[in-house]
């Protein structure tokens, strides 16, 4: 893996992390699923944008760069819903949808093919309309 590689696939391993830490604080038993979800809407916007910035420097990979353009849509979608603008289960599974290709564009960067159960549904849909197209 070449260093530039390596940085990017650090990158998505720490932004993984970091989106994953978020959505674990959202569980805590003092909070009720239906309440509103107060993020930090500053550490939001600081991932999204180191997010923003690993997506265009994985632009001569074109399998993670599609990922991390998944990620990168649902971490906006989400910052322009922060602070309080959801219910606790629905930023929850708004912080999933990040985690997700986030995790697929780490294992593409280290050469690895994402498992069926990790693939995004547009990913697994496009693999599977490429099959039936070549047929």
């Known amino acids: 893996m070449s260093a530039d590689t390596s940085?990017?696939?650090?990158?998505?391993?720490?932004?993984?992390?970091?989106?994953?830490?978020l959505r674990d604080d959202l569980d805590k038993p003092s909070r009720a699923p239906s309440s509103p979800c107060w993020l930090d809407a500053g550490?939001?916007?600081?991932?999204?944008g180191e997010l923003r910035r690993c997506r265009d420097a994985a632009v001569r990979h074109p399998a993670a760069w599609q990922s991390l353009d998944a990620a990168l849509a649902h971490a906006s979608l989400l910052l322009a819903q922060c602070?309080?603008?959801l219910g606790r289960d629905r930023c929850a599974r708004q912080l999933d949808a990040i985690v997700s290709p986030l995790q697929e564009a780490a294992a593409w960067l280290a050469g690895r093919r994402p498992?069926?159960?990790q693939e995004s549904q547009w990913q697994a849909m496009?693999?599977?309309l490429g099959g039936w197209l070549r047929r």
């Not at 940085?7 to 830490?21: E, G, K, M, P, Y």
């Open 7 to 21: 940085q990017l696939h650090n990158t998505c391993i720490f932004l993984s992390v970091s989106f994953r830490a």
């Open 43 to 48: 550490l939001v916007e600081m991932l999204t």
């Open 83 to 85: 602070p309080g603008g």
């Open 115 to 117: 498992s069926e159960a």
């Open 126 to 128: 496009a693999r599977r």
